[in-house]
């Protein structure tokens, strides 16, 4: 289990690299973006991008998992389809070759000639990066926990959740963060999301969280980035961060909790949550509000839409279940009146067109927490269940 923890975290830190590296020129990352079209584009959003570094972060997963751990080839699944078209309107499937003077070629292709550009995308590729260092305590834990078996372990990447963040590149100031150091929408929004999950039951096993554009150097400038874990399986658990104590702000009380919800949330729903005495904050990216509990910042999050799926969850609910906490089906939590095993969200490889998500979506919503009193409370209420 430890290799596949090492792996994940190795080949995040890659993603990081080449996310920053395409958003390095402007004029580069503008032959990169790509926008959405028909069942590919997600219906909340009115565009919906795609950009090179999406699509060669999630083969980059690919090719490094699945040539690691063979046994993971053709369960390694993602977002994107792995088409890009050039300037030229020439079709290309991206991938990772077996050498860089290969992707080079290929993404030769794919920039329209611009092979020093090329260049500097496949060396991000393939230079090696740094293997994370786990203290001794994970590692152990990690050694006496039950084999993982292989065979029945799938994955879901998001190489780049809130690519609409990272497309327009904005960099946080002071007004776009809430007092709890929350960020409303910029490119500290942008995070990489990769879960492992149990294909015989569907349940979430492993997951890391990556934010490429966490913060910059303040020597160099360059932006830095930040990873979370967490692992939850054969009934044990370890994540990579302590949850700090719940801040109290004078005048206040310790019942006081925050819920981070998208813009586009339902008002109804908004003024019910803070009927029940919840601060309701916004912020952008599913993956990022989602990180935004694990990291204690937001008590839950809520979203009452069907606008998420698997690749998205899987990940976060991986560090949350490790942590204590879980993301459930909102309808059905609403519905039951619970938060119970019966409402968590599960996770398939499905058979399916590319192009078709429908079977991959989350589609009664999420309800994503680190404590499950605090969410019970929520289902508790009445006036949410005739919504």
């Known amino acids: 289990m430890e290799g596949l923890l090492t792996e994940l975290l190795r080949v995040s830190e890659r993603a990081s690299s080449i996310a920053r590296l395409c958003r390095a020129e402007k004029a580069l990352f503008e032959l990169l973006v790509e926008e959405k079209v028909g069942s590919d584009k997600n219906t909340r959003f009115a565009q919906d991008f795609k950009t090179l570094a999406d699509v060669l972060i999630q083969e980059t997963f690919k090719y490094y998992l699945g040539g690691k751990f063979p046994l993971l080839r053709g369960y390694i699944c993602g977002e994107e389809v792995n088409t890009f078209t050039n300037p030229l309107g020439e079709s290309i499937t991206v991938e990772v070759c077996a050498t860089q003077d290969d992707t080079s070629t290929l993404l030769t292709k794919v920039l329209d000639g611009n092979a020093a550009a090329a260049r500097l995308l496949a060396k991000a590729v393939h230079t090696e990066v740094a293997t994370p260092e786990l203290t001794e305590d994970v590692k152990r834990f990690l050694s006496e926990t039950d084999y993982l078996d292989l065979e029945n372990v799938g994955v879901w990447i ?26 409303a929408q910029g490119l500290p929004c942008v995070v990489v999301l990769v879960g492992a999950f149990d294909r015989r039951t569907g349940d979430p096993l492993m997951g890391v969280m990556t934010q490429p554009f966490w913060k910059r150097c303040p020597t160099t400038g360059s932006w830095q980035s930040r990873q979370v874990w967490g692992v939850c399986a054969a009934g044990k658990h370890a994540f990579s961060i302590t949850p700090p104590p719940l801040k109290l702000k004078a005048g206040t009380t310790a019942g006081r909790k925050l819920v981070v919800v998208s813009r586009s949330e339902d008002e109804a729903i908004k003024e019910l949550l803070s009927q029940l005495g919840f601060e309701v904050v916004h912020a952008a990216g599913a993956g990022y509000k989602a990180l935004c509990v694990v990291d204690s910042l937001a008590d839950v999050y809520v979203l009452s839409k069907g606008s998420t799926y698997q690749w998205d969850t899987c990940g976060p609910q991986a560090i949350l279940r490790a942590m204590g906490g879980d993301i459930v089906d909102w309808s059905k939590a609403i519905e039951s009146g619970r938060v119970s095993e019966g409402e968590a969200l599960k996770y398939s490889v499905q058979a399916g067109p590319d192009e078709d998500h429908s079977h991959k979506c989350n589609s009664g919503g999420v309800l994503a927490f680190r404590c499950h009193a605090t969410a019970q409370r929520i289902c508790d209420r009445t006036a949410l269940k005739g919504y």
């Open 158 to 183: 998001d190489p780049l959740d809130g690519t609409n963040e990272y497309v327009h590149g904005k960099e946080t100031t002071e007004g776009d963060q809430h007092e709890e150091k929350i960020h």
